[in-house]
């Protein structure tokens, strides 16, 4: 087997998260919050850009499109939108879900092989899911984050309330209100209005940020 070394880049909750996860032995990452060379990116089997967005400079574009594998945070967009090309795999790294045993990932049928390759040799497992704004989980979860901003709004419960149903009453490991705490307002907010251009079920609840911004 090949020894294998990567690099993650992304803020210290991610990368911490990344960093802690098993890896089969001959395995090393390297996780930082800074974009590393281009010669370490060259050398690298593969790259993690955690971060929310993609930079803004070419030059750090480019260096980025140079990986041999790059697996890269991109929820709401599918993988044709990104202005990179290459062995491009999407990842969730929303806020905690790095910590789930499986990464879940999208990518062109073409990527795949490679991809796979890489994850069986340090040790992870994988979720394909369609590559398509939302990927799997953070569309669902989305949705059902807004239908309990709509619940609330119409006083059918106060977040708390929805929370403990949603734990006791679906067995959910986490309720609605709790999920946006770590996820974070404004990912759910900018997903639900991509996705909503094409489905106007996730069209955002009235208020949906000050809702859950005000439900810390």
Known sequence: MHLREWLVIGDAQRTGDMGARPVAEGSRGVMTETVPSLEAILRADAVFWLEDRLPEAPSTLHALASARLLFINAVDAATEELPLTGHIVRINAWPGFLRHPLLELAAPDAVRPL??????????????????????????????????????????????????????????????????????????????????????????????????????
């Open 115 to 216: 991809a796979e390759a890489f994850l069986r040799d340090i040790g992870w497992d994988w979720r394909w899911v369609a590559d398509i704004p939302g990927m799997a989980t953070p569309g669902i979860l989305s949705r059902i984050v807004n239908e309990a901003c709509h619940a609330f709004r119409e006083g059918v419960a106060d977040p708390a309330g929805i929370d403990r149903a949603m734990r006791l009453g679906a067995s959910y490991p986490g309720g609605p209100f709790e999920w946006s705490r770590t996820i974070g307002s404004e990912r759910i907010a900018a997903l639900l209005e991509k996705l909503a251009l094409s489905d106007e079920r996730y069209r955002p609840a009235p208020g949906l940020r000050e809702i859950l911004d005000l439900n810390p």
